[in-house]
């Protein structure tokens, strides 16, 4: 027997490979299914089962094309309407895969067709179950992604509450717990860095896991804190229920080398989005006006979901040389299809064909202090998200995480010079890229972030929470 978990770190993502005697299962597959066909091929393994936890909302799955592929049929729980072909599996319903078998829990709560599964091994006995977004490591699926006027995230929560006491607590504290997601996705509030555990310790350390926790506390605890999900959410969930374009169809369509003039006249023509996803530093240092910088080594694809509204938003690249499928593959994972090509040879080709640059200023933690000293009517912007800034934060700043740019920029004044920082130096730079492409000239982006600032030992900093500060 074989289980892999798969894990994307982007996404925070965990797809998972199960395999005995010749026969193997894929649950919760990533969109690009090249990786699951090969792994099959390396085992001589034949492909029998695509399992599905629930219809996820924060990347695009892989089912359609991988059923496509292998014949193998997709599986979803009770409640599962999609409109392409497939098996909707009962509660408690068991399916073999070679000599273990894998049986179907109903786990609503996070969504109506919520499922987890209990892998058993060729002597019965219970090993793991994969509990999609039902119970994550250190926390619970959020209840409030499907809430609808009949149904609210309340009941969603008390679904989920019954769910984790009911068909996953009686289980061995032996079986370990696969989930769908770790730290960093949207998909839960408290998250651990740790991907697998045993349901035994989490029974110890996960707070929607206490033993005399009553109903009405789950509910209240579950629903405490949930900041809204990202805007791309339904329309992941709509993609993954209705089907989508293969995604070798939306690479090779992304893949297209336009030279500076083609660029420049597609940008005009379509009203295309200008997408940079170098570094920070490469940004700061020169790009196409207009541009929007999301850069490949962060959290690329959520943050795209987060910030730009129209998952059918036109998109034109500027990539790192040679990685320029790379981020038309990312793309794809959230459902951002749309790509029309890439700037062949990058910046170096645009600044000489002669073209228009414009850059962003950066300053040390030493220039910023110098800077705030002198010109104090300046702001210093900390676009980290709520609970970082309750956490700590320097004194007398603006508080506007970028998770809310576009709902909070009317509080922003372009006549205002602005001193951006998160906590490292990725964020900043989008938010200051977003403001420079609406017209915002008098910004800076502060190199290291907080990170940085608190190291010099130049700033006070406090944890209370600035009355000016915004969710």
Same mark, same amino acid.
């Given at each position: 027997?074989?289980?892999?978990? @798969?894990? !994307?770190?982007?996404?925070?993502?965990?797809?998972?490979?199960?395999?005995?005697?010749?026969? %193997?299962?894929?649950?919760?597959?990533?969109?690009?299914?090249?990786?699951?066909?090969?792994?099959?091929?390396?085992?001589?393994? +034949?492909?029998?089962? @695509? #399992?599905?936890?629930?219809?996820?909302?924060?990347?695009?799955?892989?089912?359609?094309?991988?059923?496509? %592929?292998?014949?193998?049929?997709?599986? #979803?729980?009770?409640?599962?309407?999609?409109?392409? =072909?497939?098996?909707?599996?009962?509660?408690?319903? !068991?399916?073999?895969?070679?000599?273990?078998?894998?049986?179907?829990?109903?786990?609503?709560?996070? +969504?109506?067709?919520?499922?987890?599964?209990?892998?058993?091994?060729?002597?019965?006995?219970?090993?793991?179950?994969?509990?999609?977004?039902?119970?994550?490591?250190?926390?619970?699926?959020? =209840?409030?992604?499907?809430?609808?006027?009949?149904?609210?995230?309340?009941?969603?929560?008390?679904?989920?509450?019954?769910?984790?006491?009911?068909?996953?607590?009686?289980?061995?504290?032996?079986?370990?717990?696969?989930?769908?997601?770790?730290?960093?996705?949207?998909?839960?509030? *408290?998250?651990?860095?740790?991907?697998?555990?045993?349901?035994?310790?989490?029974?110890?350390?996960?707070? %929607?896991?206490?033993?005399?926790?009553?109903?009405?506390?789950?509910?209240?605890?579950?629903?405490?804190?949930?900041?809204?999900?990202?805007?791309? #959410?339904?329309?992941?969930?709509?993609?993954?229920?209705?089907?989508?374009?293969? @995604?070798?169809?939306?690479?090779?369509?992304?893949?297209?080398?336009?030279?500076?003039?083609?660029?420049?006249?597609?940008?005009?023509?379509?009203?295309?989005?200008?997408?940079? !996803?170098?570094?920070?530093?490469?940004?700061?240092?020169?790009? @196409?006006? *207009?541009?929007?910088?999301?850069?490949?080594?962060?959290?690329?694809?959520?943050?795209?979901?987060?910030?730009?509204?129209?998952? $059918? $938003?036109?998109?034109?690249?500027?990539?790192?040389?040679?990685?320029?499928?790379?981020?038309?593959?990312?793309?794809?994972?959230?459902?951002?299809?749309?790509?029309?090509?890439?700037?062949?040879?990058?910046?170096?080709?645009?600044? %000489?064909?002669?073209?228009?640059?414009?850059?962003? $200023?950066?300053?040390?933690?030493?220039?910023?202090?110098?800077?705030?000293?002198?010109?104090?009517?300046?702001?210093?912007?900390?676009?980290?998200?709520?609970?970082?800034?309750?956490?700590?934060?320097?004194?007398?700043? $603006?508080?506007? =995480?970028?998770?809310?740019?576009?709902?909070?920029?009317?509080?922003?004044?372009?006549?205002?010079?602005?001193?951006?920082?998160?906590?490292?130096?990725?964020?900043?730079?989008?938010?200051?890229?977003?403001?420079?492409?609406?017209?915002?000239?008098?910004?800076?982006?502060?190199?290291?972030?907080?990170?940085?600032?608190?190291?010099?030992?130049?700033?006070?900093?406090?944890?209370?929470?600035?009355?000016?500060?915004?969710?």
């Amino acid at each position: 027997m074989i289980i892999e978990q @798969i894990y !994307t770190g982007c996404l925070a993502q965990g797809a998972y490979y199960i395999e005995s005697k010749g026969e %193997a299962a894929i649950i919760d597959p990533l969109r690009e299914i090249k990786p699951y066909l090969d792994r099959a091929k390396a085992s001589g393994a +034949t492909i029998k089962a @695509i #399992f599905e936890t629930h219809f996820h909302a924060d990347f695009v799955s892989g089912h359609v094309d991988l059923a496509k %592929a292998t014949g193998a049929p997709i599986i #979803f729980g009770p409640n599962a309407h999609p409109e392409f =072909p497939f098996h909707s599996g009962k509660d408690g319903e !068991t399916f073999s895969i070679g000599d273990i078998s894998i049986q179907l829990l109903h786990t609503p709560g996070h +969504t109506l067709e919520s499922t987890t599964y209990l892998l058993r091994d060729e002597n019965q006995k219970e090993i793991c179950i994969f509990s999609g977004d039902t119970l994550f490591i250190g926390d619970v699926g959020r =209840p409030d992604l499907a809430a609808k006027s009949h149904l609210s995230k309340e009941d969603l929560a008390g679904l989920l509450f019954d769910s984790l006491r009911n068909k996953i607590m009686p289980l061995p504290d032996s079986v370990i717990v696969y989930p769908a997601h770790g730290a960093g996705s949207a998909c839960g509030k *408290n998250m651990s860095k740790e991907t697998f555990d045993t349901l035994g310790h989490q029974k110890e350390v996960n707070y %929607a896991l206490r033993s005399n926790m009553t109903k009405d506390e789950f509910i209240a605890e579950v629903i405490d804190g949930l900041a809204p999900p990202p805007a791309y #959410f339904p329309m992941n969930v709509m993609m993954n229920k209705t089907g989508y374009d293969g @995604i070798e169809d939306v690479i090779h369509r992304g893949l297209m080398p336009l030279t500076p003039s083609e660029f420049e006249l597609l940008v005009n023509e379509s009203h295309a989005l200008v997408l940079d !996803t170098r570094s920070a530093d490469e940004f700061a240092h020169s790009h @196409i006006p *207009n541009s929007i910088f999301i850069g490949i080594d962060g959290g690329f694809a959520p943050w795209v979901g987060t910030l730009i509204p129209d998952i $059918q $938003q036109k998109l034109l690249i500027v990539a790192p040389e040679g990685r320029e499928e790379e981020v038309v593959t990312r793309l794809a994972r959230v459902g951002y299809d749309y790509a029309l090509g890439f700037l062949k040879g990058g910046i170096a080709a645009w600044e %000489a064909d002669g073209r228009e640059i414009e850059t962003i $200023q950066r300053l040390t933690p030493e220039a910023l202090k110098n800077e705030s000293e002198s010109h104090p009517e300046n702001i210093i912007l900390d676009v980290r998200k709520p609970g970082e800034f309750q956490a700590e934060h320097v004194l007398n700043v $603006q508080h506007l =995480p970028l998770d809310f740019i576009n709902e909070n920029m009317a509080e922003l004044n372009r006549k205002q010079r602005y001193l951006i920082h998160c906590a490292g130096g990725y964020r900043s730079m989008i938010f200051a890229s977003i403001l420079k492409s609406r017209g915002f000239e008098n910004i800076a982006d502060v190199i290291g972030g907080f990170g940085k600032i608190k190291a010099s030992g130049l700033f006070e900093t406090t944890n209370f929470v600035c009355p000016s500060s915004k969710a």
